[in-house]
């Protein structure tokens, strides 16, 4: 296995076809009974058996737990700790997009170190060792990959619990890019605008550094002149892998820098009316973009230059930053505005206190309180 020298944890595979390396790199951590975190959508499409099938034949027992669904909720990782218990497992392989990566980490804090899944929220919460992962995403948007983070919903409150341990991150991600081929084309819009924004929030946040911002840089690279070319031609291997490279990037420059007011601002959004995360992403970043771009703009325009030779992408500051995220996001058929998607007006500050107890909020580059944001979803309206 030729694996990428990253400044990382998680050692990176990548390649077209690679999901068949998967049970070797199993075996190479020293397993012997696998279980598989997907999704039915994922099996669907048989991405899930192509996984089993190479575990399989590298000699391993395997099993697969499917009973998840976007936005993982703490029913759902219960639920997959009841058959990780009657399994016992000595490896989890998350197949999917960040909501199977997510539920794989919640199941094993709570596997490897008992209790729920409250317990984890927040950052060093493990009291022991986690049983080894192995991550294949199937989108290119999240990063969770590359990230010692899980996002799981408390399922009662709605409360979205950022659960993060070192001891959490995948000891292996397979970049398979083939994999994406069969994304529909609005998971394809939503994931990927996601992965843009991972990489224009952690180049500005108050924890920037050197290693955060050559990672930054990197996603930008890779992920702004590709993310309309997927859309347009979903068959386009090359620019596939470059989504994915560039978003497993963006995972690691969130590993070191943390987002900003942009995820604070879309995560009520989601609790509250439901609306997919990369929409709701998309609805504010450019609005967070100009708000900091008062005191960034140098730094968005570092951005910007690193795409300069690229076809359709901007040169300059804050403002054509937020022209072009607004833009792309327009082509791949995400809403503008908050109206657009049922947003009672009458509620906005009610979401604004919400964004503000998120704990992205803390990182942003300008200090954000209620006011701030309730003039940001104004903004959007």
């Known amino acids: 296995m030729n694996f990428l020298n990253l400044e990382s944890s998680t050692q990176i595979l990548f390649g077209a076809g690679q999901i068949v390396a998967l049970g070797e790199a199993a075996v190479s951590l020293g397993a012997k009974r696998a279980m598989v975190v997907s999704d039915p959508g994922i099996e669907e499409v048989g991405h899930t058996q192509r996984g089993v099938e190479s575990l399989r034949n590298a000699g391993l027992e395997t099993c697969i737990f499917d009973g998840l669904h976007e936005n993982p909720t703490t029913e759902h990782v219960d639920a997959g700790l009841a058959v990780a218990k009657d399994f016992q497992p000595d490896v989890l392989i998350a197949i999917g997009g960040g909501s199977s990566m997510d539920c794989a980490k919640g199941i094993n804090f709570l596997y490897s170190c008992g209790g729920r899944m409250q317990d984890y929220w927040g950052v060093g919460k493990a009291s022991a060792d986690l049983l080894p992962m192995i991550a294949l995403p199937t989108t290119a948007g999240t990063g969770s990959e590359a990230q010692s983070f899980a996002l799981i919903s408390d399922a009662e409150t709605h409360a979205k619990m950022a659960c993060g341990d070192k001891r959490a991150a995948f000891r292996i991600a397979i970049l398979d890019p083939q994999l994406t081929v069969t994304q529909p084309t609005r998971v394809a819009a ?35 002149p590709n993310f309309l070319s997927v859309l347009s031609e979903p068959n386009d291997i090359a620019a596939r892998g470059q989504m994915q490279l560039g978003a497993c990037f963006a995972g690691l420059a969130i590993e070191h820098s943390m ?24 609805l504010m970043l450019p609005h967070v973009v100009r708000f900091n771009g008062k005191v960034c703009d140098a730094w968005y325009r570092e951005l910007l230059a690193a795409t300069t030779d690229e076809p359709n992408c901007p040169a300059g500051g804050a403002n054509e930053l937020a022209n072009f995220l607004r833009q792309v996001a327009s082509e791949a058929g995400l809403p503008a505005k908050l109206r657009e998607c049922g947003i009672d007006r009458a509620r906005l500050s009610q979401l604004a206190d919400e964004a503000a107890k998120q704990w992205t909020a803390t990182f942003n580059p300008i200090s954000v309180s209620s006011t701030e944001l309730l003039q940001l979803y104004e903004q959007s309206y």
């Open 190 to 224: 939503l994931s990927g605008f996601d992965a843009l924004s991972h990489a224009v929030e952690t180049y500005v946040t108050n924890k920037r550094n050197a290693t955060s911002c050559r990672y930054s840089l990197e996603a930008w690279r890779s992920l702004a």
């Open 259 to 282: 987002l900003g007011a942009a995820h604070a601002l879309a995560n009520p959004l989601t609790a509250t009316y439901g609306i997919a995360h990369g929409e709701a992403v998309a």
